[in-house]
Structures are given as structure tokens and as C-alpha cells.
């Protein structure tokens, strides 16, 4: 059994920051492909950061690229993403997910495993 647990989420300004941790095996986080998922009230889940085996690459939706960063502590075998600048836009539930068919994909179905939520607000 898979258990991916996050943490990290709150409430922020908007402009501040935040970082999500999701933590999983150690065999996990050094060998599966990884990413980060939000889901706002009402709206699909969509991808926002992915990283693959080997923590050499990485990708990011348009809406975060240069606000977000997704790594890997392999040694705490934890998932991060450091969110910055956050936005009004940015509100949903995170979710960690591991398990990827497909290296980097941001599609939902592309994962196996998932974790329970962390929810990140932003007030303007």
C-alpha cells in the first residue's frame, strides 16, 4: 500500500508564499515519477508541477511556471513545491500523486497513487 501524505497548506496573502511537502517512501520518492495536482470547488483537477525518477527534469503549467518549484528531498524522501508569488487564481486543494505512466505528464489519469489533500488559500 502507497500512502502519500501532504502537508504544508494554509492561508497567505496574496504576493506570500507557501511550501507543500508530501511524504511517501523513500522508495517512492527516488524512483517514481511524481507531480502535484490543485482542485478548486467546481473545476477539474489539473496538473501543475511534475517531476520524473531522477529529479533531473521537470515541468509546469503556464499559470505557475516561474512562481513554482518542484524537487525532491530524497534523503527525507519528501516531495516539495514552493510556491511563491501566489496568486487569487491559485486556491484549490493540492494533491501529491506518484505512480506516473508517463514521465512528466500532467494529466490525472497518467497517476496511480494519491494523497489525501492539503488546502491553500489566498486572500487578496
Known amino acids: 500500500q502507497v500512502q502519500l501524505v501532504e502537508s504544508g497548506g494554509g492561508s497567505v496573502q496574496a504576493g506570500g508564499s507557501l511550501r507543500l511537502s508530501c511524504s511517501a517512501s523513500?522508495?517512492?520518492?527516488?524512483?517514481?515519477?511524481m507531480a502535484w495536482f490543485r482542485q478548486a470547488p467546481g473545476k477539474e483537477r489539473e496538473g501543475v508541477a511534475s517531476i520524473d525518477d531522477n529529479i533531473s527534469n521537470t515541468r509546469y503549467d503556464d499559470s505557475v511556471k516561474g512562481r513554482f518549484t518542484i524537487f525532491k528531498y530524497i534523503t527525507n524522501h519528501t516531495l516539495v513545491m514552493q510556491m511563491n508569488s501566489l496568486k487569487p487564481a491559485d486556491p484549490a486543494m493540492y494533491y501529491c500523486?506518484?505512480?506516473?505512466?508517463?514521465?512528466?505528464?500532467?494529466?490525472?489519469?497518467?497517476?496511480?497513487?494519491w494523497g489525501q489533500g492539503t488546502q491553500v488559500t489566498v486572500s487578496s
Open positions: 500523486a506518484a505512480g506516473g505512466r508517463l514521465s512528466l505528464s500532467l494529466r490525472h489519469s497518467d497517476y496511480t497513487w
Open positions: 523513500r522508495y517512492i520518492v527516488s524512483n517514481a515519477w
